[in-house]
């Protein structure tokens, strides 16, 4: 029925079904990555951009403030990587 819509020239319910066949192959997607390893990548990726903020800080000039945020940053990377999952658990 559909095709014969699409034939006819009501391409509306083709595009429907593109956008839900797309949407469908996207969870699939996101169904398959293991959830904590996508939150512990995103964690990561986050503290290293602390760090890299904290390092451009000590670069305007050292001070307690830009001590504390690169201290700070480096012992969230560490606890960052810490709880990456472990590859070898399913």
């Given at each position: 029925m559909l095709l014969k819509k699409y034939v006819n020239?009501?391409?509306?319910q083709?595009?429907?079904l593109v956008e839900s066949i797309k949407s469908m192959a996207i969870a699939n997607i996101l169904n398959q990555?293991?959830?904590?390893s996508v939150?512990?990548?995103l964690f990561l990726i986050g503290s290293l951009m602390?760090?890299?903020?904290?390092?451009?800080e000590?670069?305007?000039?050292?001070?307690?403030s830009a001590?504390?945020?690169?201290?700070?940053?480096i012992?969230?990377?560490?606890?960052?990587?810490l709880f990456m999952p472990d590859p070898t658990q399913n």
């Open positions: 020239g009501d391409n509306c083709a595009i429907d990555l293991d959830r904590s939150a512990s990548w602390f760090v890299f903020d904290a390092i451009l000590i670069f305007k000039g050292i001070t307690v001590v504390l945020h690169f201290s700070a940053s012992i969230f990377t560490i606890g960052s990587i």
